[in-house]
């Protein structure tokens, strides 16, 4: 009688190993945040060996943060139509932080402190309730060059690389590509997109875009489906920064504000049609929605963002229980074979 090889049974017990192994690391949560738990946030402003004193920099509290790192808007925020929910990418997060920044600036948010970069380019903020905070700074640069610093998310703590939690963070923005006015005209462009198949009959009628420049508005310019969705304006180029902000009134929209070079794009999102999951997970969908008579005159994250298990370790778990039911069938006919040949 015939042996039968342990090649295959072997293959298959360390296949369903790493599958165990691997599915009890993908369920597996962060540790728990100590949200009594006071936080500091230290900045550092750099470019190569040039270093930004002199810089205003706020931060802002946009949401609470769970023990079990669930987020949740702050009453600052939470009248605006923006979505914080099961985001996955930097690139999100960066969405969010440019949206959040167009209508701090449109209706003048107090940040929750602000302090000015020392020689070192270096401001340090005390004392912080554990949360997703706003960064963003308010100067621009007097040079012949600009250097740029995009408003970002940082949730505060955040996770070393050890994925354990940090209640000191010491982080360094990355700036954008140095800029240099050339003091001739430019135009730029407002393009308003809808994201709500199915439920087109929702939209409205019109939009209203307010401009604002170095924070100031410039006017508010009512947007239809008669002018492509779009608006385009021009002036010269003499390093101001330029921003925009979209009212809706009694929509069921989320909004995401973003802009790559001189285009401004403005994405509206039918609630309905982007539900997550489990609403209660993180964030509750508004019911309050933001438009320009909920408007006063004062209302009272680098290192990337970590809110989740990386999307290729779900590759490697269905990799791997692919291959052990593979395995399995490989072994299945093994055994009959023998059996046969028995």
């Given amino acids: 009688m015939k042996k039968k090889p342990f090649v295959i049974p072997f293959f298959l017990t360390l296949s369903l190993f790493i599958v165990f192994s691997l599915t009890a690391d993908a369920v597996q949560s962060y540790p728990t945040i100590d949200t009594e738990k006071k936080c500091s946030l230290s900045l550092t402003y750099h470019l190569e060996d040039e270093y930004f004193e002199g810089m205003e920099i706020q931060i802002f509290y946009a949401a609470y943060v769970s023990p079990d790192v669930k987020f949740k808007l702050s009453e600052s925020f939470d009248r605006y139509p923006i979505n914080i929910d099961a985001i996955t990418s930097q690139t999100e997060w960066d969405s969010v932080a440019s949206t959040l920044n167009s209508y701090i600036i449109a209706?003048?948010?107090?940040?929750?402190?602000?302090?000015?970069t020392d020689k070192k380019g270096t401001v340090k903020f005390d004392e912080l309730t554990a949360g997703l905070y706003l960064v963003r700074w308010t100067k621009n640069q007097t040079k012949d060059t600009i250097s740029g610093f995009e408003p970002f998310m940082i949730c505060v703590p955040n996770l070393d690389d050890n994925d354990e939690w940090d209640y000191?963070?010491?982080?360094?923005?990355k700036p954008g590509e140095p800029e240099k006015p050339t003091n001739e005209e430019i135009e730029?462009?407002?393009?308003?997109?809808?994201?709500d198949l199915g439920f087109e009959d929702q939209r409205p009628d019109s939009?209203?875009?307010e401009v604002f420049k170095d924070g100031v508005s410039v006017?508010?310019?009512?947007?239809?489906?008669?002018?492509?969705?779009?608006?385009?304006?021009?002036?010269?180029?003499d390093g101001s920064v330029w921003t925009v902000a979209e009212y809706v009134t009694g929509l069921k929209y989320d909004v995401t504000v973003t802009r790559f070079g001189n285009v401004f794009t403005i994405v509206n999102y039918y609630r309905d049609s982007h539900k997550p999951n489990n609403p209660d997970d993180t964030v509750?969908?508004?019911?309050?929605?933001?438009?320009?008579?909920?408007?006063?005159?004062n209302n009272t994250i680098t290192?990337?963002?970590?809110?989740?298990?990386?999307?290729?370790?779900?590759?490697?778990?269905?990799?791997?229980?692919?291959?052990?039911?593979?395995?399995?069938?490989l072994s299945v006919l093994w055994g009959r074979?023998?059996?046969?040949?028995?």
């Fill in 168 to 173: 000191d963070i010491d982080c360094y923005p």
């Fill in 207 to 209: 939009v209203q875009v």
């Fill in 219 to 237: 006017g508010i310019y009512t947007i239809t489906a008669d002018d492509n969705w779009s608006f385009i304006w021009t002036t010269i180029d």
């Fill in 337 to 342: 074979r023998n059996k046969d040949e028995e």
């Fill in 107 to 116: 209706d003048n948010i107090i940040p929750a402190q602000e302090k000015i």
């Fill in 188 to 195: 730029y462009k407002v393009v308003v997109l809808w994201d």
């Fill in 284 to 297: 509750s969908y508004y019911t309050n929605n933001y438009s320009q008579s909920n408007r006063t005159e």
């Fill in 303 to 329: 290192k990337p963002l970590k809110t989740g298990r990386r999307s290729n370790e779900i590759f490697y778990l269905i990799f791997m229980c692919g291959l052990s039911v593979i395995l399995t069938f």
